[in-house]
């Protein structure tokens, strides 16, 4: 019985970490995620390359009237 639970959990382990792309986060999710936690609306969004990095940044306008960046990395699905 210990063997088939070791067996799932090395299953599950192995389908994490199995390519990242397959777990990233669309700019377009980001931009909806980012404004519905900021009661913001969208003013722009982009992707831009940091690194070995894709991080999406999303420019929105606060209910407040302030503008402000979020910046989420395209693999924190």
Same mark, same amino acid.
């Given at each position: ?29 980001? %931009?909806?995620?980012? %404004?519905?936690?900021?009661? %913001? ?37």
């Amino acid at each position: 019985m210990r063997r088939k639970q070791l067996q799932i959990v090395c299953m599950t382990l192995l389908a994490f970490l199995m390519s990242v792309s397959a777990f990233a986060i669309t700019l377009d999710e980001a %931009a909806r995620q980012a %404004a519905r936690q900021n009661d %913001a609306k969208v003013l722009s969004a982009r992707t831009v390359q940091q690194g070995n990095n894709r991080i999406h940044e999303i420019k929105l306008l606060t209910k407040k009237g302030v503008v402000k960046t979020v910046r989420v990395p395209e693999n924190s699905k």
